[in-house]
């Protein structure tokens, strides 16, 4: 049980980790659902996208349009996987 707490608890984190990176790079994103010309992000778009790519959904109306912000976007990408195959690893030895 103490497995399931560490593995939520680390999601968290990450989430929470990645999402202030996003908003200092908020400018470096597009929003696909402003309705106006001026690219308006606000916190909780930063979260859910944050949250989506932690959860290996993918899908907000955040998309990454300059090298930094895809290259965050890649590693917490990477990071999400990494510790699922060690979760898994974990859990069946």
Known sequence: ?????????????CIIFFGMIYLNLK???INNN??????DIKLIDIIMFSTT???????????????NSKLVTIIQQLTMICSYVIILYIITK
């Open 27 to 29: 400018n470096e994103f």
């Open 53 to 67: 790519i932690q959860s290996g959904v993918g899908l907000s109306n955040l998309f990454p349009n300059s090298f």
């Open 1 to 13: 049980m103490r497995i399931v707490f560490a593995t939520i608890f680390f999601n968290f984190l």
């Open 34 to 39: 402003s309705l106006s010309f001026k690219n």
